[in-house]
């Protein structure tokens, strides 16, 4: 199984990354760009029961590879 998370800063705090890739992107002329978030993708090989590998990879986001006052975190495990 693989487990797949995107880390993004929360909609309130100040994203200075996306922020510069939106104003690159209407100086490129794409038209329509509205907000941009920079953030984290990571993959992670895992074996076991879904279940408990969820419950530990949750834990493990929320304490390690996130900063729950700043960011968010999305988690879904696939097959």
């Given at each position: 199984?693989?487990?797949?998370?995107?880390?993004?800063?929360?909609?309130?705090?100040?994203?200075?990354?996306?922020?510069?890739?939106?104003?690159?992107?209407?100086?490129?002329?794409?038209?329509?760009?509205?907000?941009?978030?920079?953030?984290?993708?990571?993959?992670?090989?895992?074996?076991?029961?879904?279940?408990?590998?969820?419950?530990?990879?949750?834990?493990a986001?929320?304490?390690?590879?996130?900063?729950?006052?700043?960011?968010?975190?999305?988690?879904?495990?696939?097959?």
């Open positions: 199984m693989k487990a797949k998370i995107i880390i993004t800063p929360k909609k309130a705090v100040l994203d200075p990354q996306g922020q510069t890739v939106e104003r690159a992107l209407a100086h490129m002329g794409y038209q329509g760009v509205g907000k941009v978030h920079v953030g984290k993708y990571l993959e992670i090989e895992v074996e076991g029961d879904k279940a408990t590998l969820e419950k530990q990879l949750d834990e986001c929320h304490k390690f590879l996130s900063n729950p006052v700043i960011e968010d975190y999305k988690l879904e495990i696939v097959d």
